[in-house]
């Protein structure tokens, strides 16, 4: 006899009492994944199921492990590192690439000049459209809404086709440097940019009546997975997976870097509209509103813009920094990505450590993931968003 | 909102000079040391406190110096309510590192800590998962130890290549 937690009321499933004919049910483990369509990678679930609920789940990381922070303490040289950091949350290397610059600036003390400064700016939050459309469509391809996916996959399109003008590549970019950029970016960037602001900023509505408000998707992720908030901050959750449980927290404000404190924008916190508060479907629709929230902050970032300056102005030709350490945390698509930074004053990183958001937000999933259905999990996983390449680094 | 002089100043009082030390110089941040037997007490009393509020460990790091053949850990605090920010670091012997867990202070020490003791070797007592977490469990040594040399093979397999 099993109590079913999320599913709107409390249900007590008792048997019949002749069900079975006397057979006992026994408790089973299964391993879901490490290749399963629905764990976003190669993430291992060890489920132990009593019938069709879970009530333990085991998750198991590491199959992506690539030692980065080993490979970091071999490279003889800070810049090395950028095309590394691209390749933990490969889907928004941009912003990866944006904390470890401005972590590295901080520790050096330079100063980058305001083009840069908006440039960078314009990029973070459109790879943050680019990685939260990503998100959105496959989460609903987890629960079985096809055609969202598709439709989130041409917009995502448009804006890799903008990073690919600027930087040559599409996914993994090397393009913000430490104290600048690679290269300017292409005189109709600014054109270019500003078309896929007016085009798509329609499309979120269509995403809306699409996906959001579909009566199978919300039955399916409304109610599932609740995240309290309390559980939420002790256990280090970040991004919009905090944002859902109704936090009203994002380091773009509250800890601002860069030039976020120039920007008018709200911080999307989930309200329960549909179920509970904290649940999958807040946790998604915080990303949705989260673009248009980009959105703003990519127009105003287009018209404050300055349209002279030397990218790679600060660019220091011998990275050697002082001997020291610091910690410096962003936002990026998923959280709080932090790095930490050793430095002995050679050219050598002495250690540097990834604070990965995905990470930390896996690991709350033995914890809300008790009591739900199977098929819920698929969705609980999808909603936290979760990159294996950051999990295991 | 309170500096790092001022946290040491309301630290020390409490626990007594002996088992924190305060470290200023030839760093961004300031940082304190904590001995490691304490960290625990202290980590409960940060968070708890009124006015200190400590609430959320944002990162936990292991580190190796082996220059003093030491192994340290890193706790970068951060409190949600009254905005400071704190870094705590433990230092321990290099053949003898084990420390209290602060996994019932801050679950997301739950992870980070297995992973120290994947990459490091430092052994959190009281974990109630200490296992290891990237690295397969059979897997030989401390990856991110600066002397760490790979094991030929593995399972029959050749590691280096």
Known sequence: MTQVKQKGPEVTLTPPEDAGNGLKTQEMVINMGPQHPSTHGVLRMELTLDGEIVTKAVPHIGYLHRCFEKHCEAMN?????????????????????????????????????????????????????????????????????????????????????????ASGARLLYNYIWIGGLMNDVPA????????????????????????????????????????????????????????????????????????????????????????????????????????????????????????????????????????????????????????????????????????????????????????????DMVAIIGSIDIVLGEVDR | ???????????????????????????VVPWIVVRAEHIRDVAKYLRDEPGLRFDSLMCLSGVHYPKENTLGVTYHLFSTSEKHKLTLKVIMPEDDAHLPTVEQVWKTADWHEREAFDMFGIRFDGHPDHRRILCPDDWEGYPLRKDYEVQEIYRGMKVKY
Request: proline content about 5%; glycine content about 6%.
């Open chain 1, 77 to 165: 040289d800070y810049t090395k590192v950028i095309p590394y950091v691209d390749r933990m949350d490969y889907v928004a290397a941009m912003n990866n690439e944006l904390g470890y610059a401005i972590a590295m600036e901080r520790l050096m003390g330079i100063q980058v000049n305001d083009r840069v400064e908006y440039i960078r700016v314009i990029m973070a939050e459109l790879q943050r459209i680019a990685s939260h459309l990503l998100a959105l469509g496959t989460f609903g391809l987890d629960i079985g809404a096809f055609t969202p996916f598709l439709y989130c996959f041409i917009e995502r399109e448009k804006v890799l086709d903008i990073f690919e003008k």
């Open chain 1, 188 to 375: 109709d960037f600014k054109s270019d940019t500003a078309a896929f602001v007016t085009s798509f900023r329609p499309k979120i509505k269509e995403l809306n009546d699409l996906l959001s408000y579909n009566k199978i998707f919300v039955e399916r992720t409304a109610n599932v997975g609740v995240l309290p908030e309390k559980v939420a901050i002790n256990y280090g959750i970040s991004g919009p997976s905090l944002r859902g449980s109704g936090v009203k927290w994002d380091l773009r404000r509250d800890d601002p870097y860069s030039i976020y404190d120039r920007f008018e924008f709200d911080v999307i916190v989930g309200k329960g509209e549909v179920g509970t508060l904290g649940d999958c479907w807040d946790r998604y629709i915080v990303r949705v509103w989260e673009m248009e929230e980009s959105l703003k902050i990519i127009e105003q970032a287009l018209d404050q813009m300055p349209g002279e300056g030397d990218v790679q102005e600060s660019v220091p030709k011998k990275i050697r920094p002082p001997a020291g350490e610091i910690y410096c945390r962003t936002e990026t698509p998923r959280g709080e990505l932090g790095y930490y930074i050793i430095s002995d004053k050679s050219t050598t990183p002495f250690r540097i450590k990834a604070r990965a958001p995905s990470f930390v937000n896996l690991s709350v999933l033995p914890a809300i993931s008790v009591g739900s259905m199977v098929a």
């Open chain 2, 1 to 27: 909102m309170k500096t790092v002089e001022e946290l040491y100043r309301v630290l020390s009082e409490k626990f007594g000079e002996e088992v924190l030390e305060f470290r200023e110089e030839e760093v």
